[in-house]
């Protein structure tokens, strides 16, 4: 499987972004994915994840409330929708699975939030 990430950009402070990941293969479907984060410096973090069929998600509690993820899974394709933006959002995010043998990483895309 390849991870493609996108949509990261820059943005204020309280404003929202929706991120993409985009997979090829066939086991992205049927596998837990989440949603990642990684400033210079400091270890990878997981900020979301979300079961197979969508029915059950779970966010670190820096992001919970602010933040959602969903998944299509006709269009093998992951989303990450976040709202109020904080300044501390500012990280490369990545998209893969939140535990066990992952997949090679993509390149991430960049969320950058200024005050």
């Known amino acids: 499987v390849q991870l493609v990430e996108s949509g990261g950009g820059l943005v204020q402070a309280g404003g929202s972004l929706r991120l993409s990941c985009a997979a090829s293969?066939?086991?992205?479907?049927?596998?837990?994915m989440g949603w990642y984060r990684q400033v210079p410096g400091k270890q990878r973090e997981l900020v979301a994840a979300?079961?197979?069929?969508?029915?059950?998600?779970n966010y670190a509690d820096s992001v919970k409330g602010r933040f959602t993820i969903s998944r299509d899974k006709t269009k093998k394709t992951m989303y990450l929708q976040m709202n109020s933006l904080k300044p501390e959002d500012t990280a490369v995010y990545y998209c893969?699975?939140?535990?066990?043998?992952?997949?090679?990483w993509g390149q991430g895309t960049q969320v950058t939030v200024s005050s």
């Open positions: 893969n699975k939140p535990y066990g043998v992952l997949y090679n």
């Open positions: 293969g066939s086991t992205f479907s049927f596998n837990i």
């Open positions: 979300i079961t197979s069929g969508g029915g059950n998600t």
